[in-house]
């Protein structure tokens, strides 16, 4: 069975900083990984997504994810948060082998960017 | 462009009561999905289609559901609502295969409160 683990309820950054957030993945074989961001009384947008290649991938809106095959994870980056960045993120997993687009998602992070 | 569109966006059901859940797409995908959204579980998913006349569960299919008579629509039925069906319901539409596997085009979702 696949899954994904996002550690963190809530990580809180100051406008300007660098953020991170983490995610871990478990799946059987290779995997396809996801980054969804989920607006307030919104439906999910799609970030970013590794499916082969370059561990650095990027996405919507300034923010990038690296892979790491020998740690399974897969975190988000951003270089500098911005206040509108305020958002709950989702990470999300695929076994290669699967079938469809059956996604496993994490439990979600809220990010909390501050002035 | 519509998207993906989910009716009704808020539903009040008595223990017991059967009802269903609208999802439109006017992006031709084939695939779609619903999952439902409760606090500190990420998103679950309870049914998909790959095509029109293909359905198959996903984690958490009890209690609800579907059918895909066209590639547009895949209603979600609830057949007898319980209190623990509260909760916010998305469906996500997406090509089927690569290269766009996994980018999900999820709708604003439908807030469902059984009492």
């Known amino acids: 069975a696949q899954s994904v683990a996002q550690p963190e309820d809530q990580v809180n950054v100051a406008e300007g900083n660098p953020l991170t957030v983490k995610c871990t993945y478990s799946v059987s074989g290779n995997p396809y990984l996801f980054w969804y961001v989920q607006y307030p009384n919104r439906g999910l947008q799609f970030l970013l997504k590794?499916?082969?290649?370059?561990?650095l991938v990027k996405g919507s809106y300034g923010f990038e994810a690296e892979f790491n095959k020998s740690q399974t994870s897969f975190h988000l980056k951003k270089p500098s948060a911005l206040v509108s960045d305020s958002a709950l993120y989702f990470c999300a997993v695929r076994d290669k082998a699967g079938g469809g687009n059956k996604l496993t998602f994490g439990t979600g992070t809220q990010l909390k960017v501050e002035l | 462009n519509a998207g993906v569109t989910q009716t009704p966006k808020f539903q009040v059901l008595k223990t017991g009561q059967s009802m269903t859940l609208q999802c439109a797409q006017d992006m031709n995908h084939e695939y779609m999905s619903w999952y439902r959204q409760d606090p500190g579980m990420g998103l679950r998913l309870i049914h998909y289609?790959?095509?029109?006349?293909?359905?198959d569960q996903g984690e958490v299919p009890n209690g609800y559901n579907v059918s895909r008579s066209t590639t547009e629509d895949f209603p979600l039925r609830l057949l007898s609502a319980a209190p623990s069906q509260t909760s916010v319901y998305f469906c996500?539409?997406?090509?089927?295969?690569?290269?766009?596997?996994?980018?999900?085009?999820f709708g604003e979702g439908s807030r469902l409160t059984v009492l």
């Open positions: 996500a539409s997406s090509y089927y295969g690569s290269p766009n596997t996994g980018e999900l085009f």
């Open positions: 590794y499916i082969t290649g370059d561990n």
């Open positions: 289609s790959v095509g029109a006349g293909i359905t």
